[in-house]
Each structure stands twice: as C-alpha cells, then as structure tokens.
T-cell receptor, first 114, second 114 residues
Framework: KNQVEQSPQSLIILEGKNCTLQ??????????LRWYKQDTGRGPVSLTI?????NTKSNGRYTATLDADTKQSSLHITASQLSDSASYIC?????????????FGAGTRLAVHP | EPEVTQTPSHQVTQMGQEVILRCVPI?????FYWYRQILGQKVEFLVS????????KSEIFDDQFSVERPDGSNFTLKIRSTKLEDSAMYFC????????????FGDGTRLSIL
C-alpha cells in the first residue's frame, strides 16, 4: 500500500536554531517527492519538488534531501524564524501517467518560539 | 502572484442536502484537483481533471460526488446528498502542465454537515 510516514509528529525549537524533519515512503512506482508548508487555516504551499534522480533541492532556508534507494527524505530548516511555525508535509506522487495525484503524509507540526 | 481561489470559505449544510464547492484555478493551468482533509487527519486525494474529463479518482469519490468545469474558469465539486462524514476541509489545486510542476492549492472550503 502506498504510504508516507513522517517524524517527529511535532517539534518545538527556539528562533534561530536549525531543525531536520524526516519522511519515509513506500510509494511505488515513484514519480517525485515534494515538501509542502501548511499554515493553520490555509492551503498547502509548495517548498520543493524532487524527482528520483535528484538528491537535494534548496529553496532559501529550506533544503530537502532524497535517498530513493532507502525511500527516505528530509527537510532541513536553517536559522528558523517565528514565521516558520506551521505543518510541514511530505508528499509523494506515484507514477500515474502524468496526472500526478499526491499522497500526503500526516505532517510535522513545527513551533518556533522566541 | 496568481492564486487559486475557493468559495465559500465556510459552508454549513443539513445532512442530505446537495452542496457545490467552487474553485477558480490559476488561469493558464491545465490540470485540476480536489482534495479533502478531515479534521486532524491527512490530506486525501479525491479526483483529478484534465481536458474536460476525470483522469483519476479515489475510492472516496463515489457516485455522490461529481466535478465540472462549466465555463472554462470555474471548477466545481458537487456532493449530491451530504452525509455527516463529508464534514471536512476541501482543497482545490491546479497545475500548469504535465512536467514536475507544483500543484497550487487554494485555502479551502470548510464544509460542516449538521
């Protein structure tokens, strides 16, 4: 069964600190892996997209890594800011003829405290 | 920056009534999606739509659900006879083309069935 698991469920860090969120997936065949940020009451916003041939992708202070052999990904946030407080969702797209339905993880709820 | 817009932001409906959720995708996008998120749970894929027809749908998307793009700009999700378990946040998303492009999400419609 296609699944996406994330850890930790929640995380509290101090402003300015770094953190790393983890994602494991069992989706096969695999097209791409995405990280989304979801603020409370808002829709998800895309941070990064990686295909199976890409190992890392950066977007400002966000850096995602992908190991397609072990089916693991991580999202590293550098120098956290209060506005980084949100849910971070790992999302995998199975290969499905290009229509790209998305399979969502449950997310990691990050709280950045001053 | 162009956005996906959804209306209404909150819909309250009696069980058994029909409800139509509306979305205006980004204007030059070609692929359209509906997802739902039951409170406290993962975002789940419902249906994808391309070239004026459904390209893929999940098990959730049964005969009570339908989608339409009536006028080339709006994209609607209709639930024919709502049930209590249809209470959720419904997200519309759109994507530009078939390559690994991000899906852009609206901020959702919160549907409450009484």
């Amino acid at each position: 069964k296609n699944q996406v698991e994330q850890s930790p469920q929640s995380l509290i860090i101090l402003e300015g600190k770094n953190c790393t969120l983890q994602c494991n997936y069992t989706v096969s065949p695999f097209s791409n892996l995405r990280w989304y940020k979801q603020d409370t009451g808002r829709g998800p916003v895309s941070l990064t997209i990686m295909t199976f041939s890409e190992n890392t992708k950066s977007n400002g202070r966000y850096t995602a890594t992908l190991d397609a052999d072990t089916k693991q990904s991580s999202l590293h946030i550098t120098a956290s800011q209060l506005s980084d407080s949100a849910s971070y969702i790992c999302v995998v797209s199975p290969f499905s003829g290009g229509y790209n339905k998305l399979i969502f993880g449950a997310g990691t709820r990050l709280a950045v405290h001053p | 920056e162009p956005e996906v817009t959804q209306t209404p932001s909150h819909q309250v409906t009696q069980m058994g009534q029909e409800v139509i959720l509306r979305c205006v995708p980004i204007s030059n996008h070609l692929y359209f999606y509906w997802y739902r998120q039951i409170l406290g749970q993962k975002v789940e894929f419902l249906v994808s739509f391309y070239n004026n027809e459904i390209s893929e749908k999940s098990e959730i998307f049964d005969d009570q659900f339908s989608v339409e793009r009536p006028d080339g700009s709006n994209f609607t999700l209709k639930i024919r006879s709502t049930k209590l378990e249809d209470s959720a946040m419904y997200f519309c998303a759109s994507r530009l083309d078939i390559s690994n492009q991000p899906q852009h999400f609206g901020d959702g419609t919160r549907l409450s069935i009484l």
